[in-house]
Nanobody, 130 residues
């Protein structure tokens, strides 16, 4: 059974940092790329970042570029999202997802289209206070 379990969310002041974890089971990162999405209250779910195992390329949305870093630990089958310089507008539920890409595909915005998602995690709340 494929499972994605997020952890690491919480309440932090603006300018602070958090590290989110996405622990995968039932598959390996050879099968899927992993992406992070977020959804704020009253807003649509949006892409944040993704990483591929094929070439370890990464993608970041403009809103988080330079502040967030995605990384992968194959030994632990876990993907991390390091979030620095957090802003109140980063407040959202963060979801990790298994993305089905072609073997040659790199991490791009197109790779994070919702139709590419085969599996979602349950989400973890991140709240940034001003």
């Amino acid at each position: 059974e494929v499972q994605l379990v997020e952890s690491g969310g919480g309440l932090v002041q603006a300018g602070g940092s958090l590290r989110l974890s996405c622990a995968a089971s039932g598959f390996t990162f050879d099968d899927y790329a992993i992406g992070w999405f977020r959804q704020a209250p009253g807003k649509e779910r949006e892409r944040v970042s993704c990483i591929t195992s094929a070439d370890y390329s990464t993608y970041y949305a403009d809103s988080v570029k330079g502040r967030f870093t995605i990384s992968e630990d194959n030994a632990k089958n876990t993907v991390y999202l390091w979030m620095n310089s957090l802003k109140p507008e980063d407040t959202a539920v963060y979801y990790c997802a298994a993305l089905r890409l072609a073997p040659w595909e790199s991490a791009t915005a197109q790779a994070m289209e919702f139709r590419r998602v085969d599996h979602w995690g349950q989400g973890t709340q991140v709240t940034v206070s001003s």
